[in-house]
């Protein structure tokens, strides 16, 4: 017979994690950690996605795992349009108060099926939203960037929300740089990359 746990609840997934994390000492990384969940909270909440409308944050070790429950006051829109930015500015208005433990992050955004135990959730979609996080693309994009983060999305969310151009969205600043594999299946992603959607004389204003 299954059990409850054995049915997966859709759930949109926000991934993230610390740039450079494994070079800090444990004592800085602890701080860094307590901040990054402040910042994760304030910024949902900024975005408009109260904790009713999500579940607790997951602990990844330098990095965290956010699921939003599907509610019509919710939509993924909100991720993109506002989370996201409110994130970095954010982590922007943290660098500038508390330079000496200034972080940036590398952020990833899906939505699926999410299954859950007594020791988390797991699945396959949270596994895409993982190795999404992980993807040489968005290390490098991070690293090129003076941005405060890296986002890329996969091409579930690109399809259903990003390409439609909904307002606080801009489809042109996303570009499909992303590859992954899961099992025997090569998956596409999208980067965030600001300068791709920005009209030619803006970029020498």
């Excluded at 990844?60 to 500015?89: E, I, M, N, S, Y």
């Excluded at 590859?179 to 965030?192: D, N, P, T």
Aim: include cysteine; proline fraction near 6%.
């Amino acid at each position: 017979m299954r059990t409850p746990t054995d049915i997966p609840r859709h759930r949109a997934i926000v991934a993230v994690d610390i740039e450079g994390s494994t070079s800090k000492t444990n004592s800085v990384r602890a701080l860094l950690r307590n901040v990054l969940f402040q910042l994760l909270d304030e910024a949902f909440t900024t975005g408009g996605v109260e904790r009713r409308h999500r579940e607790p944050f997951v602990d990844r070790g330098d990095g965290a795992l956010c699921l939003v429950r599907p509610f019509d006051q919710v939509p993924k829109t909100l991720l993109l349009a506002t989370v996201v930015p409110a994130l970095a500015d954010l982590l922007d208005k943290h660098a500038r108060n508390l330079p000496d433990l200034a972080f940036r992050l590398r952020v990833a955004v899906h939505s699926g099926e999410v299954h859950r135990d007594k020791h988390g959730p797991y699945g396959e979609d949270v596994d895409i939203a993982c190795r999404l996080l992980d993807a040489p693309e968005l290390k490098r994009r991070l690293r090129e960037t003076a941005e405060p983060l890296a986002l890329a999305v996969s091409q579930e969310i690109h399809r259903a929300v990003v390409r439609h151009g909904y307002p606080g969205i801009d489809g042109g600043a996303f570009t499909q740089a992303v590859q992954i594999k899961l099992g025997g299946e090569r998956l596409r992603g999208w980067l965030y990359t600001p300068e791709a959607g920005r009209p030619e004389e803006g970029l020498t204003a």
